[in-house]
């Protein structure tokens, strides 16, 4: 069983970071690439960022590209999102989910509860 945990958000305001943390077993972690998504009131989920086993290669969303930074650290199970330069657009519920291979090549196998991040203007 792959159980995903986020933590990390929270309310902010727009020019603010923010930094998402996705904890899981080491047993299904550094092997696989793992990714962010997002889902906003009203719109169906949509992707923000991955990364593969060992974080050399990286995808951004247009939307998010050049103001988020994916990583992961798998001495410690972990996988992060920091988040700068906030938008009200950016409000949304972000899920961790993890791949079911070493690349981000096919869709997500595994999602966490999700974390939810509000943006005011």
């Known amino acids: 069983q792959v159980n995903l945990v986020e933590s990390g958000g929270g309310l902010v305001q727009a020019g603010d970071s923010l930094r998402l943390s996705c904890t899981t077993s080491g047993r299904t972690f550094s092997g696989y690439a793992m990714g962010w998504f997002r889902q906003a009131p009203g719109k169906e989920r949509e992707f923000v960022a991955a990364l593969t086993w060992n974080g050399d290669n990286t995808n951004y969303a247009v939307s998010v590209k050049g103001r988020f930074i994916i990583s992961r650290d798998n001495t410690k199970n972990t996988m992060y999102l920091q988040m700068n330069s906030l938008k009200p657009e950016d409000t949304a519920i972000y899920y961790c989910?993890?791949?079911?291979?070493?690349?981000?090549?096919?869709?997500?196998?595994?999602w966490g509860q999700g974390t939810q991040v509000t943006v005011s203007s």
């Open positions: 989910a993890r791949y079911s291979s070493l690349y981000f090549n096919n869709d997500p196998s595994y």
